[in-house]
């Protein structure tokens, strides 16, 4: 399975939680909403300016195209215009960063932040698990080597399932054989669609 610690990428409050424990979601889900008033506040600032720099433009457009206007004025407002389009992407990435989102399906873990608290960069926020497939790594003697490849399937046993035989594929073989077990890491991967 996936597995990923959600981490904050920038120092910046909560403000809103909208996740349980071991809840089950979707890949985009937002999980955690932090304080972006700031830069909602620029945000608005700045598609006010990329607003009249759009009027600017249109208007030295048609004075260019009636001889009233030089191009240099021109290509002036333009890059005003492109500067306000660069500066609305910048903010509205740095919105993004303040959000948590799902990477993929699956289920979190136990929530490590409450709202109102200042998250860090680096700090764990949650886990999240895809378990729609489950990795199985274990070892084959060298022996057995020449039979192991890519695609092969396998049946595995857990000691919490004594009675259940899980089904799955071979899809990596490490390059690698130990020296001391003479044996070789195996991976497979199992459906767990339910």
Known sequence: AENVNLTSAVTERITKIN?????????????????????NAELAEERSRYDEA??????????VQRSSASKSILDERERELNTAKARIEAIQSRI?????VAPFDGVVGIRNISVGA?????????????????????????????????GLSIEAKASAYPNQIFKGTVTSVDSRIDPITRSVMARAVLNNDD
């Open 96 to 100: 993004n960063q303040q959000r948590i």
């Open 118 to 150: 200042l998250a860090q960069p680096g700090m764990l926020i949650t886990t999240i698990d895809d378990d729609s497939k489950m990795k199985l790594d274990f070892s084959v003697p060298e022996v057995f080597l020449s039979s192991l490849k890519i």
């Open 54 to 63: 759009q009027s600017q433009v249109e208007r030295v457009r048609a004075l």
């Open 19 to 39: 996740f349980d424990d071991n809840q089950r979601v979707k890949k985009g889900y937002v999980l955690i909403e932090m304080d972006v008033s700031e830069e």
